[in-house]
Every structure is written in C-alpha cells, then in structure tokens.
C-alpha cells in the first residue's frame, strides 16, 4: 500500500510562488510516474503535469511556462513549483502516483491566489 502526502499550500497574492510538495511512503516511487491534478470551485477535477521514471515532464497548457514538476528519487518525492500565480489557479491540488495497474492519490493540499 502506497501512501501519498501533500504540503506546501497556502494563500498567496496574484503573482505570487508556491512549492508543493508531495511525500510517498513505500519502495516503488522510483518506478512511478507522478502526476499533478487540481480541482477549483465548482469544477472537475483536472490533469496538470506529469514527470515520468526518466524525469521528462509535460503540463497542460494554461501552466506551461509558470509550473515546474520534478522529483527527487531519494526522498521519495514529487514537487510542483509554481510560480506567477493566477487567481484561476485557485484549487485543491492532488498528487498521483501511477504504478503498472495501480493508481492512488494524496488528500490534497489548497491553494488559494487571491488579493
């Protein structure tokens, strides 16, 4: 069993940076892709970024540029720093991590952009 925990959210300012992080329990996070997905107010649930076993990394479109996902096979470890913060990016952000048929997810951490 696979335990993810999220941290690193909070209130911030338009324009504004967070570093979320996201800490799995077990040994086979370094076999793993790790995904990010938010949800905002009212809305679906929604992929975000993706870095692979081999560390390539690809993000949805309204990110690209602001968001940066990477990950630290020692610490067993997934970040998403995020940087220029629009008040659209308001959500709860979850992490997941995806191994061979298994799927689990964090509990989610907020972050809310707003002035």
């Known amino acids: 069993q696979v335990q993810l925990v999220e941290s690193g959210g909070g209130l911030v300012l338009p324009g504004g940076s967070l570093r979320l992080s996201c800490a799995a329990s077990g040994t086979i996070f370094a076999s793993s892709i790790m995904h990010w997905y938010r949800q905002g107010p009212g809305k679906q649930r929604e992929w975000v970024a993706t870095?692979?076993?081999?560390?390539?990394?690809f993000y949805t479109n309204s990110v690209k540029g602001r968001f940066t996902i990477s990950r630290d096979n020692a610490k067993n470890t997934v970040y998403l720093q995020m940087n220029s913060l629009l008040p659209e990016d308001t959500a709860v952000y979850y992490c997941q991590l995806s191994a061979k048929a298994s799927v689990y997810w964090g509990q989610g951490t907020q972050v809310t952009v707003s002035s």
């Open positions: 870095v692979t076993v081999s560390s390539n990394t």
